[in-house]
């Protein structure tokens, strides 16, 4: 097993939106600042947006302003939001969109150049080719593109955050990247709850699979801060293929009805505006319907006409193409018959949802020379994929400050061989437990004690602390992993990482004795929202050398 | 007949020449790779994602998108071809009919 030892100026761990942003704006700012990019699949297709992307979702039209978007968030998460991260995000949307433009995306436009307004804060964008034109402009710089390299820890010396192992998976090579900062740029995480469709159907789904919370797991055992996992994200999905509705409700203007044809929304939501109400209230009246008996719910496409139906469908082949594919093994068209909807099972989110690394303004994460952005930078929700692009450039004029009186620091070939051991140890061993074996299992425990597809998404103490037992079980049987070639090992290392989080998630789940976010996160056992007592932040620290997570409260800043 | 992607060994010509068949270097879950009679093959159909990177890259179209047996009883298929700046998608109906769609993908350097 060889090694290869690389050093830089500033380490971009994933190359997603986020990390390939950072890595065309640190050029810009400083040509002369050495960037590497690790990122586990390739670059031009990897991540959420592999498939493609058909809107914006984080946009200020004109008549809106950055504290209008604020107020928009906060509304959509009950209170707790951090502001001051959000204002920073709205203040930077339109500009990082214009960027992007500037690289080759296409964007809806009216006659007047203005982008076309499609949903309140939303673009219609024709994103097939997102990630593509994304890494073309990072290829266009001098930085050191890593693929098919996963990250595995981050070199830690107790007090700074000095670079990363990864093992790349077409050269069986161990990594040592060493770093004067590093910014985590990675995905959010799926798979940590058993999927909506099993067996050979289970990636199927609506987020990357392969976003395995990788960057969460390599902060959480570094004692790295973490806050709202229990803010977890479920989505309101097209059944089966699992592709957005919002393409469909928003882009379309379809309404969600029930199975005998009525909008239930403006009967759960009439008080509150009906249609208009939460993200959230889309799912959990949806829920409530099939409970009464009143399921399957659709949304209902039957008022487009022939040209709306031809643009939904070129809207869908931008973004998600198995779902023109369902229609076509159907035999059906939209326009002929109502789309099912469902709930999909419970993600770890921080773009959707506000799951992450606890960051100051300056998104530095509580452990120094360490800096996030994107889906793995908590507390700030609804950034989507422009809010990444302005953390991204945030981070990367941090980091740059930074470096400027920081040298390498020096690892100790004792530390570089403890990684490299626990990292291929499951390609050592002859017999033990598969990763397939491990996911499930892992799966099975978090759907049925910690509120996933089974349970409706409800939790509450004693199936969160039976939970909190199982994977502890569970943990210790990693090391009796095995694999039997590199693909299989990424998929133990994904295992690894997964349970991570997971513990992480039902400790947040098990702290917050409240009922903030309806069916992200519904305790029977506290089914009230109580402010005077929960607007505040939850946060974790993991202890590493006890195997503890220690639980903190943070309070809501203005 | 558990289904994702297929891949016609009569079109695929294994990308002779390159390090790796265009499939294998960018599929995001690292899925694809080419068996030794340099063929492209996926090497576990239910890791799949129907994201369709494959599809897109395969510069001779011998990869179709389809979807698993379970998700839909009946067969269709997907395939798409990138034409400089645009994608053109053929979407083929469980009845044999097939629709097809061009749509911008790419903003040339005068439209920037």
């Not at chain 1, 498939?51 to 906060?74: C, F, R």
């Not at chain 1, 452990?367 to 950034?383: F, R």
């Not at chain 1, 602390?465 to 990424?490: G, Q, S």
């Not at chain 1, 004795?513 to 946060?539: A, G, H, I, M």
């Amino acid at each position: 097993m060889s090694i290869i030892r690389i050093d830089t100026d500033i380490l971009i761990i994933g190359g997603g939106a986020a990390g390939c942003f950072a890595a065309v704006e640190i050029h810009k700012k400083s040509p002369d600042c050495k960037v590497v990019i690790m990122e586990k699949a390739h670059i031009e297709r990897s991540g959420c947006l592999a498939m493609g992307l058909n809107a914006i979702n984080a946009y200020i039209h004109s008549g809106q302003t950055p504290e209008s978007y604020v107020s928009y968030v906060e509304k959509q998460f009950v209170g707790i939001i951090r502001k001051d991260l959000v204002y920073g995000i709205a203040q930077g949307l339109n500009e990082a969109v214009r960027d992007v433009e500037k690289m080759g995306l296409p964007i809806d436009k009216n006659d007047d150049g203005t982008y076309k307004k499609r949903g309140e804060r939303s673009i219609r964008i024709f994103g097939e080719r997102l990630k593509p034109l994304l890494a073309e402009a990072v290829q266009k710089t001098p930085a050191q593109i890593l693929n098919r390299v996963v990250a595995t820890n981050f070199i830690y010396d107790g007090e700074r955050v000095c670079g990363a192992f990864g093992y790349g998976v077409r050269n069986s090579t161990f990594y040592v990247v060493r770093a004067k900062a590093v910014i985590v740029a990675t995905g959010g995480a799926s798979g940590i709850y058993k999927p909506n469709n099993p067996g050979v159907a289970r990636h199927l789904m609506w987020y990357c699979p392969w976003n395995v919370g990788t960057g969460y797991a390599m902060g959480i055992r570094i004692g790295a801060e973490m806050t709202s996992f229990e803010n977890r994200f479920i989505a309101l999905r097209v059944k089966d293929v699992h592709a957005p509705t919002g393409t469909i409700a928003v882009g379309a203007h379809s309404k969600q009805i029930n199975a005998r044809g009525e909008d239930y929304l403006e009967r759960y939501y009439k008080h509150i505006g009906g249609n208009k109400c939460l993200t959230q209230h889309r799912l959990l009246a949806t829920i409530e319907e099939t409970k009464a008996g009143r399921g399957p719910c659709y949304l209902d496409t039957t008022t487009l006409s022939e040209s709306d139906e031809r643009r939904l469908k070129e809207d869908f082949l931008n973004m998600n193409p198995q779902i023109v594919l369902l229609w076509a093994g159907k035999g059906m068209n939209p326009r002929n018959k109502p789309v099912e909807i469902h709930g999909t099972e419970p993600f770890v989110v921080g773009g959707h949802c506000q799951a992450g690394y606890w960051i100051d303004k300056e998104r530095n994460t509580t452990v120094k020379g360490l800096y996030a952005a994107g889906e793995v930078a908590g507390g700030a929700p609804k950034k989507y994929v422009s809010g990444s692009w302005v953390e991204a450039r945030i981070a990367t004029a941090t980091a740059l400050e930074d470096i400027k009186d920081v040298s390498l620091g020096d690892i100790d070939d004792s530390i570089i061989q403890i990684e490299k051991n626990r990292v291929l140890s499951p390609l050592n061993k002859k017999s033990g437990v598969s990763p397939l074996e491990m996911r499930e299992r892992l799966q099975k425990i978090m759907d049925e004690y910690a509120g996933g597809i089974s349970m409706n998404y409800v939790i509450h103490e004693e199936r969160l602390l039976e939970a909190r037992r199982l994977l502890k079980c569970l943990k210790e049987r990693i090391k009796d992993m095995t694999a039997v070639n590199n693909y299989n090992l990424v998929e133990a290392l994904e295992c690894v990482d997964r349970i991570d989080v997971a513990r992480v998630l039902v400790e947040h789940l098990i702290y917050r004795k409240e009922t903030r976010w309806s069916c992200y996160q519904p305790r029977l056992d506290y089914p009230e929202k109580k402010d005077e007592r929960w607007l505040v932040f939850v946060n974790s620290i993991y202890n590493p050398d006890t195997d503890e997570i220690k639980m903190v409260e943070r309070p809501l800043c203005q | 007949m558990p289904m994702s992607i297929f891949i016609d060994e009569n079109i695929c010509n294994g990308c002779k020449g390159l390090a790796e068949a265009r499939c294998e270097r960018i599929c995001p879950g690292d899925l694809c790779y080419r068996k030794e009679n340099m063929k492209a093959a996926i090497r576990d159909q239910s890791a799949c994602w129907t994201c369709a990177a494959c599809v897109k890259e395969c510069p001779v179209q011998a990869i179709e998108l389809r979807l698993p047996f379970q998700a839909c009883s009946n067969g269709a298929s997907l395939k798409a071809r990138l034409k400089h700046d645009k994608t053109i998608w053929t979407v083929w109906y469980a009845d044999g009919h097939q629709e097809e769609f061009i749509i911008q993908a790419k903003c040339l350097k005068g439209d920037r």
